[in-house]
């Protein structure tokens, strides 16, 4: 059965930095491209970025040059780094995977950018 874990959210600043972890089991990250969601209050879930089986990452325009997205294969976690948040990023931030023909979905994390 695969789960994914999500952690790391909480409250920042604007112009602070937040590192979201993905943790999985009963399922290896690198198998099979991840993506990070977030979805705003009153808004529908959105892709923020990709990292794919062989560590091709993409991000949407929104995100570019401020967040990164990475796999650690000792941990089996996948990580987002966002920096120069902004107060547009809050959302509830979630991971997922596609695989062996199924959607999995983590329970997601918040960020809330304010001061």
């Known amino acids: 059965q695969v789960q994914l874990v999500e952690s790391g959210g909480g409250l920042v600043q604007p112009g602070g930095s937040l590192r979201l972890s993905c943790a999985a089991s009963g399922f290896i990250f690198g198998i099979t491209a991840t993506n990070w969601y977030r979805q705003a209050p009153g808004k529908q879930r959105a892709w923020v970025a990709t990292?794919?089986?062989?560590?091709?990452?993409n991000f949407t325009d929104a995100v570019k040059g401020r967040f990164t997205i990475s796999r650690d294969s000792a941990d089996n976690t996948v990580i987002l780094q966002m920096n120069k948040l902004k107060p547009e990023d809050t959302a509830v931030y979630y991971c997922h995977t596609y695989y062996n023909y199924a959607d999995y979905w983590g329970q997601g994390t918040q960020v809330t950018v304010s001061s």
């Open positions: 990292i794919s089986s062989g560590g091709i990452t």
